[in-house]
């Protein structure tokens, strides 16, 4: 299996993350992707540390996070081969994704009309910090300044007074999704029309395109949600406790849950305080005061097995090193073999996407390593060179 996208070219002229992760989810699926970089590379190839490899030859372990999948070619689109090249990518190209802040592709000479111009078919996706539009268009866009901007940070943390960021840079992976999604379905479009079309998303767009319901609570309720620490705004008892020895969540997401949960742990379900999710919730102090008197006496492992014995959803906090090491998160193909070039064979987080006859992940058998720095440039010189076949 070659992937669902097998036959579709992606000229990748991002860099640093949103764009080379849409583009690296779109090669998961079986695209070519060409990504186009300037002479002193992609920004993450200096992001570090981590670094690993030859002191001579250090690679970013950021940048191997969002270019797996891909070949480089070196181009400076300031001058005349590069512009030429692009142009002949452009032309053979199916989708081209740029991550340029509004107006730098156009001074570059391949503004949307242009692009259309020498190629009507293509699909162009366009990610931005704030949009690319609107009075605040141009800013320049970082996850965490934009996580902030889009109220993420507001609702994260401990409490109210302490804004916490996500872990990782959540606007700009989230934007790398929604433009990928777009593209698709601009490509489906385009079998219909014959034309391609922009597909547009931003930080802040994907930010708020995910608020859930802490946007509707606020758009049709006029409540402005608060950070809430690692217990659930709406559901109670629904986050985390603590064991003996560490910590384990509970999300108890129904009332029948809640009498079979509070039975197996002594705990009064008709208690007036705690008789309902809403007087949960009111007295949210005094349920984890309780659930935490009870949980102090256990063990984790053993109150995980009661758990799962009464039929409560529960889990451990496991570290990444925890993680990587499950076997549940390997057979879901999450980590992946490649051969790269300077480090040898080396295991990546691979795609969230698997379909029904393929455990790898993604839509491919095998997937590239990320690329070193034009590794694939005579190659794909030459490949334009050739007659197209279309």
Not at 105 to 131: A, E, Q
Not at 174 to 203: K, N, P, Q, Y
Not at 211 to 237: E, I, K, R
Not at 348 to 370: C, K, M, Q, S, V
Request: hydrophobic share 40%; glycine share 12%; with cysteine.
């Amino acid at each position: 299996m070659r992937g669902p996208l097998d036959g579709i070219t992606v000229v990748d002229l991002s860099r640093a993350l949103a764009g080379p992760h849409a583009a690296m989810l779109l090669g998961d699926l079986g695209a070519r992707v060409v990504k186009v970089e300037s002479p002193s590379g992609d920004d993450t190839r200096g992001w570090g540390p981590p670094f690993v490899g030859p002191d001579d030859d250090p690679v970013s372990t950021y940048y191997l996070s969002c270019n797996r999948n891909k070949e480089s070619i070196v181009l400076d689109l300031k001058s005349d081969d590069g512009r030429d090249v692009l142009t002949r990518l452009v032309r053979r190209a199916d989708v081209l994704v740029e991550n340029f802040r509004p107006g730098v592709l156009d001074r570059l000479g391949f503004d949307v009309d242009h692009l259309h111009d020498l190629n009507p078919g293509l699909v162009v996706l366009s990610i931005s910090g704030f949009g690319h539009d609107g009075p605040e268009g141009g800013r320049a866009g970082y996850d965490q300044i934009a996580q902030g901007e889009a109220g993420l940070m507001s609702v994260t943390g401990p409490d109210a007074d302490t804004p916490q960021r996500v872990g990782v840079p959540i606007g700009d992976l989230l934007a790398g999704l929604h433009g990928a999604f777009g593209v698709a379905a601009a490509l489906r479009e385009r079998e219909v029309t014959g034309r391609g079309r922009v597909v547009r998303t931003s930080l802040l767009a994907s930010v708020v395109g995910v608020h859930a319901f802490q946007g509707t609570a606020y758009t049709v309720a006029g409540q402005v949600g608060q950070a809430q620490g690692n217990h659930h705004p709406s559901l109670a008892p629904y986050g985390l406790f603590h064991a003996a020895d560490g910590p384990v969540q509970v999300a108890v997401g129904s009332q029948g849950l809640w009498v079979r949960f509070a039975q197996a742990f002594g705990i009064d379900p008709e208690d007036p305080l705690l008789a309902t999710n809403a007087s949960r919730v009111a007295h949210r102090e005094h349920l984890i005061e309780a659930i935490d008197g009870v949980f102090a006496s256990w063990e984790a492992e053993a109150l995980l097995a009661r758990l799962a014995e009464v039929g409560i959803p529960a889990g451990q906090v496991r570290t990444l090193e925890q993680v990587y090491d499950w076997e549940q998160t390997r057979s879901q193909g999450l980590v992946i073999p490649v051969d790269h070039p300077v480090l040898g064979t080396i295991e990546l987080p691979g795609p969230a996407i698997r379909f029904d006859d393929n455990a790898h992940g993604g839509g491919r058998e095998t997937h590239l390593p990320p690329p070193a720095l034009d590794e694939h440039g005579a190659a794909i010189r030459a490949w334009l060179d050739e007659p197209d076949p279309a």
